[in-house]
């Protein structure tokens, strides 16, 4: 059945709860919801000029003169616990030519591509859906793209109605020809417009070079102190947009550790086990709970005293912690600290943050 638009922003579908869908995960997009945020846990990230995640698999990418701040917040559409709000804080209603502000999502070519036959004559349509709501009205766009950043589509959706959600719906024919990644690199990668040069604009509706928006489509961050909000965002195959494909929280999130994993965040939490490698080094293990996409790399925080290594009765403070690449794999990976520590070889004992401010993330981006 359509979907139906009631006029309070609800909406009405048979099925709509789909809990770990029968489908078989029919949505490639991970968190399209927004209710998983391991790095900022909505608080607001500021965009200035930098590419920065906002919830999980979901990142703005700015360069222009402008900024604007994007969160996670619980305004939302019926059926819908969150969304990411975008408001503009600093306006550039004149972008130069290869200027632009997006918000994007890439999604691994192993979730994305095998099965659609992208850069072949047997290429599948998809669909593409989601729930948008902003300040201003008007003809917004955005596009898909390749890896090779050299193939897109722009497509354009409309809001007609100032600060309402409204349900959108566009439908793509796959790409018979480009090179489309199926492995472990981005498959597709797709933006929405937040603003765009003209070096970046085109015509909506077909295959061509690398753009991002449509020609004459509003542009948000020319406009100060404007609200973009956005939730609900599926891609499947087929020529039709099908209910919302609804995922428990832990599938939810274990999807979104594939790529990110905030392993401690705070004070007098424990890292986990660790040693004395010799006198002046403790080492230990950090364990991903799931695989990742690829060897991770850890970003840490580092301060006077972050961190502490109990062992024999005693706690031994240090500051920073580095990971040995050489060992690590998708799953484990080793780190230590060896400035700032004091202690007896094979001694074993717990890490644990010992700062407030103290936080230890696995990350493998695409």
């Known amino acids: 059945m359509p979907v139906i638009i009631d006029g309070t922003n609800g909406i009405t579908q048979a099925g709509e709860f789909n809990s770990d869908s029968s489908f078989g995960l029919k949505n490639r997009i991970i968190n399209g919801g927004q209710t998983i945020d391991q790095r900022?846990?909505?608080?607001?990230?500021?965009?200035?000029g930098n590419s920065v995640f906002i919830t999980d698999r979901f990142r703005c990418d700015d360069d222009t003169d402008g900024a604007y701040t994007a969160q996670q917040v619980s305004t939302a559409p019926v059926g819908f616990k969150n969304s990411v709000q975008v408001t503009v804080t600093t306006a550039d209603a004149s972008l130069s030519a290869s200027q632009y502000a997006l918000f994007y999502h890439s999604i691994e070519g192993n979730n994305s591509i095998a099965d659609l036959n992208w850069g072949t004559a047997n290429a599948k349509t998809v669909t593409l859906s989601f729930w948008v709501r902003s300040s201003l009205t008007g003809t917004f766009s955005g596009s898909l793209e390749n890896n090779?950043?050299?193939?897109?589509?722009?497509?354009?959706?409309?809001?007609?109605?100032?600060?309402?959600?409204?349900y959108k719906t566009i439908t793509i024919e796959g790409d018979t020809s480009?090179?489309?990644?199926?492995?472990?690199?981005?498959?597709?990668?797709?933006?929405?417009?937040?603003?765009?040069?003209?070096?970046?604009?085109?015509?909506?509706?077909?295959?061509?070079?690398?753009?991002?928006?449509?020609?004459?489509?509003?542009?948000?961050?020319?406009?100060?102190?404007?609200?973009?909000?956005i939730t609900g965002i599926q891609l499947e195959a087929g020529s039709v947009a099908t209910s919302f494909d609804y995922r428990s929280i832990g599938t939810e999130l274990a999807l979104c550790q594939r790529y990110f994993v905030r392993l401690i965040n705070g004070n007098t939490q424990e890292l986990g086990s660790g040693w004395n490698y010799d006198s002046s080094q403790a080492s230990g293990l950090l364990y991903a709970p799931v695989s990742m996409r690829a060897t991770p790399s850890i970003i840490s925080?580092?301060?006077?005293?972050?961190?502490?290594?109990?062992?024999?009765?005693?706690?031994?403070?240090?500051?920073?912690?580095?990971?040995?690449?050489?060992?690590?794999?998708?799953?484990?990976?080793s780190y230590f600290n060896n400035s700032q520590i004091s202690g007896t070889a094979g001694q074993c004992g717990v890490v644990r943050s010992n700062n407030a401010s103290a936080s230890v993330a696995l990350s493998s981006e695409l």
């Open 178 to 229: 480009g090179t489309w990644e199926t492995g472990t690199a981005v498959g597709i990668r797709i933006n929405w417009s937040l603003g765009v040069g003209s070096s970046f604009l085109g015509t909506a509706g077909a295959w061509g070079n690398r753009f991002f928006g449509s020609t004459g489509s509003v542009s948000l961050i020319g406009t100060n102190s404007s609200t973009w909000f």
């Open 148 to 166: 090779a950043n050299n193939r897109s589509y722009i497509f354009t959706y409309s809001i007609s109605v100032a600060n309402t959600f409204e």
């Open 40 to 48: 900022n846990a909505g608080a607001a990230v500021t965009v200035n």
């Open 301 to 333: 925080s580092s301060g006077t005293d972050y961190y502490i290594f109990y062992r024999n009765g005693a706690g031994d403070s240090f500051n920073s912690i580095t990971i040995e690449n050489s060992n690590a794999t998708n799953n484990v990976v």
